[in-house]
């Protein structure tokens, strides 16, 4: 895959996905991830597991 401002090769975009659960994305960096994630099986797969284990810690803060 070309690398270029949209299309963002996987470690960007898996730098994102971790950025992402520390602070709200910019708007250009959250449509670059998306379009990343839609086309990118392994890196969906990541972000699925980050926010899992988000919402597992979450839950754990809760109780
Ligand atoms: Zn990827």
């Known amino acids: 895959?070309?690398?270029?401002?949209?299309?963002?090769?996987?470690?960007?975009?898996?730098?994102?996905?971790?950025?992402?659960m520390d602070r709200p994305l910019g708007l250009g960096d959250r449509a670059r991830l998306r379009l990343h994630l839609a086309m990118c099986v392994m890196c969906s797969r990541?972000?699925?597991?980050?926010?899992?284990?988000?919402?597992?810690m979450r839950h754990i803060g809760d109780g």
């Open 1 to 20: 895959m070309k690398e270029g401002w949209l299309m963002i090769p996987c470690r960007t975009a898996n730098r994102l996905v971790s950025e992402g």
């Open 46 to 56: 990541v972000e699925r597991q980050m926010d899992f284990l988000r919402q597992a």
